[in-house]
């Protein structure tokens, strides 16, 4: 486990509020092209790219949280 997974497992606080931003940062680019005729905010499609595999790496690490949860709640 690298450093950064480690530190976004243990503040879950900071991992939820990431990946929320995220999914919201999707949900209004979605919504900005489907009802705008052009869109509020033009960012290049490398960065949608990476910002997607970020919220894949934050889903990862919220299934882990929840893994982790769960696994301390039945070890009790």
Known sequence: MNSLEKYL???TKLS????????AYF???????IYMKEPIIN??????TLIF???LYITYIAIMIQKDNKDKKSSE
């Open 9 to 11: 497992r243990t503040n």
């Open 16 to 23: 939820t509020i990431l990946y929320f931003s995220t999914l």
């Open 27 to 33: 949900i209004f680019n979605i919504y900005s092209r």
């Open 43 to 48: 960012i290049p499609d490398s960065i949608h």
């Open 53 to 55: 595999f970020f919220f």
